[in-house]
């Protein structure tokens, strides 16, 4: 008598169930582990510690598969190194190139550093919630950002200006530690000129060479008037920081449905598997890593 | 060398040998399947145990064994002023490890007269760890050393990247490999408080851990102590397995 | 004064080979050790029996097995422990794989070097891949043995008082046996590169001490034997090495019916020579080894001969313990006030641990005799011969001094381990 | 639900061929503890007589096969600054296991909510989860045992068949069709009204046999409010951090990733290593920051994960009572007391 187990192909059967030929990580197995392999076809540097990457999908069918919102995040994968999530800079728009804005810190982006144009590099994604940029439409922008948190706010500013009749004013504001820690200070400009866009920055500790504005971010509300009952707000940056702005923006009379911080921890998968990200326990990388300030306050553990 | 296009450092590496039984340069020579390709990653200046020609231009020195004496101390001095990085090989380098014993005993004379009779006999009155005498850049604990992490940490030089060790203590690798607890048997154990990296050694053959890498990172000393108590043990026997190596501070 | 250059490179420890020069000549060559003293015996005052033999294995990294059995059978005399017959064979076969694991580093890695004018293994490795090689999977499935069986391959952890913690399994043993089949023709060939060396024209007539095997080859226990005739119980190893101290060593040194004597392979062969596995009496017939041979530098051959006599016995023990079931001993040891004394052959020559324990189990005092030791005395005075023999010969100055230093590593020392 | 009874006889006969078809997994003694108490776990059968019936509870949880505690997911062979990406998500299947007792069982269907059935389900458990046929079995409460409490004492699905010992034959529920048709092949028989009694006596008597217990009432409510509470100080003063609750957890499955280089420089793996929130390193990230730097913290975050977060996304806990955890906790922390001290 033979009561062997016949071997269930279960790829094969998930493949079938598809239908069309639009691949998704998201409910295609066969797709899970696999890393769009991208080459590195621009580094700028921005500052001592960070540096600008351009990075293209090398398959061209993948590449134009390939597409994003504003604040959301992808996993880099340098094989021998480790995977890490890094939020995307560039615009939206703009298909087949990413830019990510990368601080040298521990393994991964140590090596980075160090790798040249040409090198190849593996992306997954995109992951996470994004800013919900259709929700601002007809509504007053404020883009705030500490520090590093101008690399996912930026994506975001592309995208206001890029589509800048969908909403009315728009406020960046921007704050440093060190007048030489600002990043993309070459774009300043062209921000600027869009029709209708106040950028304003402010560093703690000026140098000589600096001649604007000294002090903390949430300063710079003295200097501007809005019209609180119809304004949305980002907010990027280190967990104090936004502590402190949002409340800011709260007493200002924002409710705290319209804010949107990105959160930021440890992350090994990007797909809600590997549970390091959890916030009390709610998956950054799933529910977030872009939360309403209300979700946030509601959350154990997230400041 | 390359990988992924950056370009890989080549150290120059010099073994030295303190107070010791020399096992964990032995390690090296061990790792048979991978020794080829391990000497290709550094250049091996100074190995006594194995070579015979020496050259003081070094970039890493390796330091294996306690400090005994004061003429080890005077070379160990010049050995660091000539090394870009030192390492501490192994538990004996790392803490004192089993040498170290001698220091529980106050009568410095007494030990002497315990193993040389009446002969006289040079010796300094405290074994030390390389650490107290000169300033260590690198630990590599285990008595003896593990092969793949020497490896490892070897190659994280050449990568040019940071090597880091496991943080937490040996049972969650002891657990992962599904043993029962020694705890359970009736045995005691030091895997609770240990650092991890060994694969779980000794639990995994039956028997104790006996500590030798070392604290892990924030070990809960004080109660696990408790916990050793109210498994039967003895103050004593307690003692034992703390002092064993002169890893763990009490 | 000691200073780095002076050590003596390719052995284990530190010791020196002093060169006393007259009218621009070599008068005499000393053989000194200056490793420094770690005081062992005074360490163990005081520690319960458990812990004894993982801390006398931290004496040698290198015949760390070795000491584990010995400290482990002087606690197990010392307490009237009567162990398995499996035990028995799995710590046989552990000395086995621990004397092959030995011999193969000294053959290829501290000796060869010299007889191919090379400073180290890592030129041969390049010029003689093949070599190197095969140097590597025999010194592998050595340790793998080790490994698998110890535990560990240096500082073994299943070999406790009583028995063993854990028994590998069955598959593993059969990989092992697999593997070790394999390594048969390496080994030929290892005679083969033996075969083409010039191994120096010397001798010295001297005393061979060692076990006294009475079935096998011995490793383990059993009576102690000389080759002038003297044979004593374990228990009375002290009469065998009557120790004493010099003011060239900070080791202890020993004799017995002459001024000094030797240990190792080759008093092992000259004194159990019919013991030998008829494969390994093989290959002393093809060296002309045969007993009583009064050549030093022959001691290389021997551990060759031992090699094969460790591959062919080992494969004969795991025929039977392929044969028993191997699920864990209960051991339950009940320490008493005693002595005990535990003698071994360790790669080097006979080691001896004498454990002296209170009721509970806790050390009063030890002594541990260490083959190294043994054989210091031999070292001088044969350094001693050489260089009158030599210079008598017309060899330069420095021809002499590289056979010196051939002299002293072909008793592969353990200086570390002599001055424990 | 189909049910059927089979006599013993037969059914050992039924074993004898899937083993002798199949890579099968039942109970077996593994060791003695101190006081000579066997330990059993499941290992692999080669002979029917290897089985071991009176088995208690299984040492380490059937999650490993599922889930295991270290695996390869990928591999990259490198080649100059360049590189090419090899995965392989099939695993050595199929399989059998015998012997689940129903915390297991639900602990698997738990973990398909997270690894199967959600947003991007993880091939390298689903394969496996398809391909392992699984025998369940009743069991006895022991003092530990808190299942009943968490609802997780029966097994509504997620096993192939289910067996419940009433004197000399199994009552059996069948679960899948393979089974079905497996038992197709041997001798069974419908149940009567006399199995339908002794079903449910034994489940009565199992019933009142439970003596730990946890109160889930609100409990993550309670959870929010104690989140300040000094009860947890206390437990993390106790804690090793040793991660040995998570190692033994049927349910934990956080992770962490290892990439390792060959030391040739032309082959680099990805090793996927199952992780414990109790560890120290958690939370930490780039530049030595730690989200949970105290004991107490990631003490408390495995409950609020386990009983708070899991039931906010599923309404279910993710604890399934079997007080593995508590039995191998050293510092002896167990989910009843911990719940308790919090309410209070
Ligand atoms: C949603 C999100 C967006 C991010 N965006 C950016 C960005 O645009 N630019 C930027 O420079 N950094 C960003 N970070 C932080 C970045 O991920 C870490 O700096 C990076 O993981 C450090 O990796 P490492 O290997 O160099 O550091 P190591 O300290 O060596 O870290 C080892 C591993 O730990 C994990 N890890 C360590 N730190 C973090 C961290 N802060 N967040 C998540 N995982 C971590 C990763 O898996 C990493 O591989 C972002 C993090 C998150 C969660
Ligand atoms: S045996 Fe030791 S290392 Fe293993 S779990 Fe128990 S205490 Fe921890
Ligand atoms: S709760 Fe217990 S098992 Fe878990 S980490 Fe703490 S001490 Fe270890
Ligand atoms: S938390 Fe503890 S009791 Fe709950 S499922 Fe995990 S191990 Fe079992």
Redesign the interface.
């Known amino acids: 008598m033979d009561l062997s187990l016949k071997y269930q192909d279960v790829l094969s059967d998930n493949k079938k169930i598809k239908t069309g030929g639009r691949l998704n990580r998201k409910t295609d197995l066969g797709n899970f582990e696999k890393t769009y392999k991208s080459e590195i076809t621009g580094i700028i540097e921005l500052t001592p510690l960070e540096k600008l990457f351009q990075i293209q999908i090398i398959d061209q069918d993948e590449r134009e598969r390939f597409s994003f919102k504003p604040g959301q995040f992808l996993m880099l994968e340098v094989p021998g190194f480790g995977e890490i999530p890094l939020s995307i800079s560039s615009s939206p728009s703009r298909r087949g190139v990413v830019e990510l804005c990368i601080r040298k810190q521990g393994r991964v982006t140590k090596f980075l550093h160090k790798m040249q144009r040409g090198a190849s590099v593996g992306i997954k994604g995109p992951f996470g919630t994004h800013f919900p940029m259709e929700k601002f439409a007809n509504a007053n922008v404020l883009l705030i950002a500490g520090g590093l948190g101008l690399a996912a706010l930026r994506s975001a500013i592309y995208y206001v200006e890029e589509n800048r009749n969908m909403f009315k004013d728009i406020f960046i504001m921007y704050g440093t530690n060190d007048p030489n820690q600002m990043l993309f200070t070459y774009q300043y400009e062209t921000w600027k000129k869009t029709d209708g866009i106040k950028l304003f920055t402010i560093v703690q500790n000026p140098d000589k060479k600096w001649s604007g504005r000294v002090g903390l971010i949430t300063d710079l509300f003295n200097e501007i008037v809005i019209d609180t009952s119809n304004t949305h707000a980002i907010v990027c940056g280190p967990p104090v920081m936004f502590k402190f702005v949002c409340n800011k923006l709260n007493d200002l009379g924002i409710p705290m449905e319209n804010m949107f911080v990105s959160l930021e921890r440890r992350m090994h998968c990007g797909m809600g598997k590997c549970c390091r990200c959890n916030v009390g326990s709610t998956y950054t990388c799933l529910s977030g890593p872009v939360f309403d300030y209300w979700t946030v306050m509601n959350l154990k553990e997230a400041i | 060398?390359?990988?992924?296009?950056?370009e890989?450092i080549k150290p120059k590496a010099a073994f030295f040998?303190?107070?010791?039984?020399?096992?964990?340069?032995?390690?090296i020579?061990?790792n048979?399947?991978?020794?080829?390709?391990?000497?290709?990653?550094v250049e091996?200046v100074n190995?006594?145990?194995?070579?015979?020609?020496?050259n003081n231009d070094y970039d890493i020195a390796f330091i294996e064994g306690s400090i005994?004496?004061k003429?080890?101390i005077d070379?160990l001095k010049k050995i660091r002023e000539k090394a870009k990085i030192l390492v501490a090989f192994g538990t004996c380098a790392s803490f004192g490890?089993?040498?170290k014993?001698?220091n529980k005993?106050k009568d410095i004379e007494?030990?002497?007269k315990?193993?040389?009779?009446n002969?006289p006999?040079?010796?300094n009155d405290k074994?030390m760890a390389v650490n107290e005498v000169v300033k260590v850049d690198f630990y590599i604990y285990g008595?003896?050393v593990n092969k793949s992490e020497v490896?490892?940490i070897v190659?994280s030089i050449a990568?040019?990247?940071?090597f880091?060790y496991l943080?937490?203590?040996v049972?969650?690798r002891c657990?992962?490999k599904?043993n029962?607890?020694l705890?359970?048997?009736?045995k005691i154990c030091m895997?609770?408080?240990t650092r991890a990296g060994c694969g779980a050694?000794?639990p995994?053959?039956?028997?104790s851990c006996?500590g030798c890498r070392g604290p892990?990172?924030?070990?809960?000393i004080e109660?696990?102590k408790t916990?050793m108590i109210k498994n039967g043990f003895t103050e004593r026997?307690i003692r034992?397995k703390f002092e064993?190596f002169s890893a763990f501070k009490e | 004064m000691h200073n780095e250059k002076d050590y003596l490179t390719r052995v284990e420890g530190h010791g020196t080979i002093d060169i006393k020069v007259r009218n621009g000549r070599i008068k005499k060559a000393e053989w000194q050790v200056i490793e420094t003293p770690r005081f062992f015996e005074a360490m163990m005052v005081d520690k319960h029996f458990d812990d004894v033999s993982l801390i006398v294995s931290r004496i040698c990294g290198i015949c760390s097995i070795a000491h584990s059995t010995a400290s482990i059978r002087a606690t197990e005399n010392a307490f009237d422990v009567k162990i398995s017959g499996k035990t028995e064979l799995f710590r046989r076969i552990l000395m086995n794989a621990e004397t092959l694991q030995s011999h193969i580093l000294h053959l290829y890695f501290l000796a060869l070097p010299d007889f191919l004018g090379e400073g180290s293994i890592f030129p041969i490795i390049t010029k003689n891949k093949n070599a190197a090689e095969i140097a590597l999977r025999l010194k592998k499935i050595a340790n793998d043995m080790c490994d698998v069986i110890g535990g560990r391959n240096t500082h073994p952890m299943t070999m406790v008082v009583g028995g063993f913690t854990k028994f590998p399994s069955k598959e593993s043993l059969l990989i092992l046996q697999k593997d070790l089949l394999n390594s048969v023709p390496d080994l030929i060939e290892t005679s083969k590169i033996f075969m083409s060396l010039k191994i120096p024209d010397f001798e010295r007539e001297t005393e061979f001490v060692s076990l006294k095997g009475e079935n096998n080859y011995p490793w383990i226990g059993g009576q102690l034997m000389s080759s002038d005739g003297v044979l004593k119980p374990e228990s009375e190893y002290k009469k065998m090495t009557n120790e004493f101290m010099s003011d060239w060593s900070t080791s202890k040194l020993a004799k017995l019916s002459r001024d000094s004597f030797a240990v190792g392979s080759l008093a092992r062969i000259n004194n159990n020579f019919n013991l030998l596995h008829p494969k390994a009496k093989e290959i002393c017939e093809n060296f002309k080894l045969k007993a009583i041979c009064y050549n030093p530098f022959m001691n290389n051959i021997a551990q060759l001969v031992e090699c094969f006599h460790a591959v062919y016995e080992t494969l004969e023990l795991f025929e039977k313990v392929l044969n028993m079931d191997l699920s864990p001993e209960d051991i339950k040891i009940k320490p008493k006030k005693g002595k005990g004394v535990g003698a071994v052959e360790a790669p080097r020559g006979i080691l001896y641990h004498c454990n002296e324990y209170n009721e509970e189990g806790r050390i009063v005092h030890c002594d541990f005799i260490i083959p190294t030791g043994q054989n210091h005395a031999n070292i001088r005075e044969d350094l001693n011969k050489l260089v009158k023999d030599y210079s008598k010969k017309g060899y330069s100055d420095s021809e002499i001094e590289l056979l010196c230093q051939m002299l002293v590593r072909s008793y592969d020392p353990c200086i570390s381990c002599s001055v424990h | 639900m189909i049910f059927k009874t089979i006599d013993k006889k037969d059914f050992n006969k039924f074993l004898e061929i899937l083993i002798e078809n199949n890579s099968f997994f039942a109970p077996q003694k593994i060791a003695k503890d101190k006081n000579n108490k066997p330990i059993y776990d499941l290992r692999l059968v080669n002979d029917f007589k290897e089985i071991d019936f009176n088995y208690d509870i299984l040492k380490y949880p059937p999650r490993r096969f599922f889930l295991p505690y270290r695996e390869a997911i990928s591999s990259f062979e490198i080649k100059n600054s360049s590189w090419q990406q090899n995965i392989n998500y099939e695993t050595k299947v199929p399989r059998i296991l015998l012997g689940l007792h129903p915390c297991d069982i639900n602990s698997l269907n738990k973990l398909d909510k997270v690894l199967m059935l959600g947003d991007y389900p993880s091939p390298y458990y689903t394969i496996r989860r398809k391909n392992t046929f699984i025998i369940g079995m009743d069991c006895d409460p022991k003092p530990f045992c808190f299942c009943r409490s968490v609802g997780t004492h029966t097994v509504q699905h997620g096993c192939d068949m289910f067996l419940i010992d009433i004197g000399d034959r199994y009552f059996i529920e069948i679960f899948s069709n393979v089974a079905f048709d497996f038992l197709k092949k041997v001798t069974t028989k419908d149940i009567t009204k006399k199995d339908d009694d002794e079903y449910k006596r034994i489940r009565r008597l199992k019933a009142e046999k439970f003596t730990a217990k946890i109160d889930v009432t609100d409990l993550t409510k309670i959870l929010d409010m104690e989140f300040q509470s000094d009860v947890w100080k206390e437990w993390g003063d106790k804690c090793l951090g040793c991660g040995s609750c998570a190692r033994v957890c049927p349910t934990c499955y956080c992770y962490g990733i290892e990439e390792k280089i060959d030391l040739k420089f032309q082959q680099a793996e990805k090793l996927k290593i199952l992780h414990a929130c109790t560890l120290i390193d958690f939370a930490e990230v780039a530049g030595g920051f730690n989200f949970r730097p105290e004991r107490h913290i990631r003490l408390k975050y495995r409950y609020y994960h386990k009983h708070r977060g899991f039931v906010e996304a599923y309404e279910e806990s993710l604890c399934v009572g079997c007080g593995r955890c508590g039995e191998a906790c050293l510092a002896g922390i167990t989910v009843p007391e911990v719940i308790s001290s919090i309410r209070e």
């Open positions: 060398m390359q990988y992924l296009g950056v890989l040998d303190f107070s010791c039984c020399e096992g964990c340069q032995l390690q020579a061990n048979e399947n991978k020794l080829l390709d391990f000497i290709s990653l091996v190995f006594r145990e194995i070579l015979t020609e020496r005994t004496r003429d080890e070379r490890g089993i040498n014993l001698k005993f007494w030990v002497k315990e193993v040389y009779g002969c006999i040079e010796t074994v008595c003896p490896e490892a190659q990568l040019g990247r940071e880091r943080k937490h203590p049972c969650f657990k992962e599904q029962i607890c705890y359970e048997m009736g895997g609770p408080l050694r000794c995994s053959n039956g028997n006996i892990a990172e924030e070990p809960n109660f696990m916990i026997q034992d064993l």
